[in-house]
């Protein structure tokens, strides 16, 4: 598989999270209820417009019942050792102390 953006990885986890909600039959509103979570938000996650913490992604996997390797298990596999060869895109927000 050809990802080597952070764009193109959080689109590719948000639509396996995506499909694994849509097999477990389960709006975004139910998945962001019991994460505690504004569906909006849970959306952004889901169309990989969001990075969200991986402490997000575990509340996610426990809300659809599935371990969290799931969210990360693509096939083929992902070639983790080739997205490292370009230089990071995303930019984390500045948190407010």
């Known amino acids: 598989m050809s990802i080597h953006t952070d764009e193109a990885l959080l689109k590719l986890i948000g639509k396996r999270i995506r499909e694994i ?3 477990k039959k389960m709006s975004q ?3 962001a209820f019991r994460i505690g979570m504004e569906t909006s938000n849970f959306s952004v996650i889901e169309t990989g417009k969001s990075n969200p913490q ?3 992604y575990a ?3 426990a809300a659809l ?3 969290l390797r799931l969210f990360f298990d693509f096939e ?3 070639d983790y050792k080739a997205f490292g060869e370009q230089p990071a895109t995303y930019t984390p927000r ?3 102390r």
Do not use: M, Q, S, W
Request: charged share 35%; net charge positive.
């Open 65 to 67: 019942g599935v371990d």
């Open 29 to 31: 509103k139910d998945v």
């Open 21 to 23: 909600r849509n097999e």
């Open 59 to 61: 509340r996610i996997a």
């Open 54 to 56: 991986v402490l997000t």
């Open 94 to 96: 500045k948190h407010v």
């Open 76 to 78: 083929p596999p992902f």
